[in-house]
């Protein structure tokens, strides 16, 4: 059943989208999940200084679970993410307090207060899976130096260390019968999408891990496991990119215990059923009813499909025909799935899909501002980039526009992300004021295969700044857009593409930069322990090359003439410290550069608080229009 809009505020076509309509507007939902009838979500509320409350609706009614003043959030890894674990009838809760991150029970069906279970007193918890007959909790416990696999009694609250990783683990997931523990161990300088390991342990009577075993990623050869999960035989299915893409890989019942486990490429296909593990809980696979419920990534497009088990020996795939691009935490209970879902025409909401009809409803997180206006959609635009070879990105035209339109390129952050084909308020702020917008997905992207992603390895600042040069400049020459009004903008490993690129290309007129990296060896000093590593494998390793370091760093390729910038920086940033912002400013200012920068207090590496989002969007478009 086909969801529709909610009642809209109509907006007159002759008038740009105001910014009060696009940053911070609308909640964030995030992480549904299904419990027997009940859907239940996380809502970030931007109004609220970005606090997370959960969500639940049941017979058509919604309701918040959790009081006004808790914050369920996790800080796990710098980046947070999978603050709830479910069961039938409890699930535990990471409530962000001041004193730190507390666990709490709570029952689902309100028979009593949420109780507190414990403070543990460490960096961050989180990533959990819950069993309810055995009252246990089992997560990880993040300290200064290592992830900890933990076990929680969800009767006492007391705690117990079940294994130590070398350095990182997540994703636990207990069996169907409760008594064998996945995980997922990575150790530096890796990151999990470029090398991690599948591990087995069985559940001893008191609770502990026994005759823990490697099941995937430890034979030598380059591969990063995502998302293992059981599935209702006692078989596990999990991601692995050995081929060269994420594809689905099962390994039956009768093979854990086997020397070398016999694991089964399912769907043998150039698409990625998984995406670089930046946050915890991430889920592109769910066990359905008659097999699995599958999101695969192709040329930066989502699809779901169902791989069914009842069909014969071989499992069949069908793809679902449903009108999105976007599709993250997928999430199935019985004949139903649940997951986040956008396209072109189809802002961000909750999608929720019938397995056996095919019937679908797709419910928005908000009213829609446009109405009925025009919406610019994305359209594929491929190009030759670093060394000719062929690099992807999507371009949005302006809605309206007299003569050849300024053009704002954008670089997405990670640097091992990717630019999503959805639609944006954001995006349809800068066009319908007449802009032209093209999202680059340079090389070392993700949503292309693993070889896309090793574009970038040892070659940051390299082939990320030729590629949207090359991606502009060839709009440019097309006469597409007007090669006088060119501005570029990015955040966090974006920002550094961008500031590389003014610094490097007279093409670019103007820029905007938000906490991004300007000193590449103060990165490699400064930031949080997860991305400590990544510097090695994107620029090489430290201190050996530090003189590489400098050679790439923007704030050491600052030149007179270069285009104005705007920063905008958060001061409780620690994934990218306030310092590096300050001295790029004052390192422009020294050449004669125009430079604004704007600080807030209170935010850290991303904005949450919607009068914050709405500053940086009215400031970089202020900017922009002085500059050109």
Avoid at 366 to 385: C, K, Q, R, Y
Wanted: hydrophobic share 35%.
């Amino acid at each position: 059943m086909k969801g529709t809009w909610c009642p809209v505020m109509v907006l007159d076509p002759a008038q740009p989208l105001p910014a009060s309509a696009v940053a911070g507007s609308l909640p964030g939902w995030k992480e549904p999940w299904l419990v027997g009838r009940r859907l239940f979500w996380l809502e970030q509320r931007p109004r609220e200084q970005g606090r997370t409350t959960l969500m639940t609706q049941a017979d058509g009614q919604r309701r918040e679970l959790t009081p006004g003043n808790w914050n369920l959030r996790t800080s796990l890894h710098g980046f947070g993410g999978a603050p709830v674990a479910f069961g039938r009838h409890h699930a535990v809760l990471v409530n962000q307090m001041k004193t730190g991150p507390a666990l709490w029970l709570l029952n689902l069906h309100g028979a009593a207060p949420p109780r507190q279970l414990c403070q543990p007193g460490v960096v961050a918890v989180g990533d959990g899976c819950l069993h309810e007959q055995g009252q246990f909790w089992i997560g990880v416990w993040e300290q200064e130096s290592q992830d900890v696999l933990t076990r929680v009694c969800l009767h006492t609250g007391a705690s117990r260390p079940l294994r130590a990783a070398a350095d990182f683990c997540s994703s636990p997931s207990l069996s169907p019968d409760g008594r064998h523990l996945l995980w997922l161990e990575w150790d530096l300088p890796a990151m999990p999408w470029q090398r991690s390991r599948l591990w087995l342990a069985q559940l001893d009577e008191d609770g502990g891990l026994r005759e823990p075993r490697c099941l995937a990623g430890d034979d030598g050869a380059p591969e990063a496991v995502f998302q293992p999960q059981w599935l209702p035989d006692g078989g596990v299915v999990m991601a692995g990119d050995r081929s060269g893409y994420w594809n689905l890989q099962h390994l039956a019942p009768d093979h854990l215990s086997s020397p070398q486990p016999p694991w089964r490429s399912l769907l043998p296909m150039e698409a990625d059923f998984g995406l670089p593990q930046w946050v915890a809980g991430m889920s592109t696979t769910a066990v359905g009813e008659k097999g699995l419920v599958a999101a695969h990534c192709r040329h930066g497009c989502w699809r779901l499909g169902q791989l069914q088990w009842s069909s014969g020996p071989t499992p069949h795939w069908q793809v679902l025909k449903l009108p999105f691009t976007e599709l993250s935490n997928l999430r199935a209970d019985g004949r139903r799935a649940v997951a986040l879902a956008a396209g072109p025409h189809q802002p961000d909401g909750l999608l929720e899909v019938d397995l056996g009809s095919g019937r679908w409803r797709h419910t928005p997180t908000g009213a829609n501002p446009l109405g009925t206006d025009p919406v610019s959609t994305p359209e594929a635009f491929w190009f030759p980039g670093y060394g000719g070879r062929r690099t992807h990105s999507w371009l949005y035209r302006p809605v309206a526009s007299v003569g050849l339109p300024p053009l704002l390129v954008r670089c997405h952050g990670g640097p091992t992300a990717m630019a999503r084909p959805c639609f944006n308020l954001e995006t349809q702020f800068w066009t319908s004021r007449g802009w032209a917008v093209l999202d680059v997905n340079y090389g070392g992207s993700s949503g292309f295969g693993r070889a896309y992603r090793q574009r970038l390895d040892r070659a940051w600042g390299i082939v990320d700044v030729e590629d949207c040069t090359a991606a502009a400049r060839a709009l440019v020459e097309a006469d597409r857009v007007d090669p006088e009004r060119v501005a570029i903008s990015g955040g966090s490993a974006g920002g550094f593409t961008a500031l590389s690129c003014l610094s490097s290309s007279n093409l670019f007129r103007v820029g905007a930069c938000r906490y991004g990296v300007t000193d590449l060896a103060a990165l490699s000093r400064d930031t949080h322990r997860f991305e400590s590593g990544y510097p090695e494998s994107l620029v090489g390793p430290w201190p050996a090359m530090a003189q590489r370091y400098r050679d790439r760093s923007p704030l050491h390729r600052v030149r007179q003439g270069q285009g104005p910038v705007v920063f905008f920086q958060g001061l409780k940033d620690r994934v990218v410290l306030p310092e590096q912002t300050e001295r790029m400013a004052d390192a422009l200012r020294r050449q004669g550069v125009t430079v604004e920068v704007h600080v807030y207090p209170e935010e850290g590496h991303g904005f949450r608080d919607s009068g914050v989002q709405q500053e940086v969007l009215l400031g970089t478009e202020a900017f922009f229009r002085k500059h050109l």
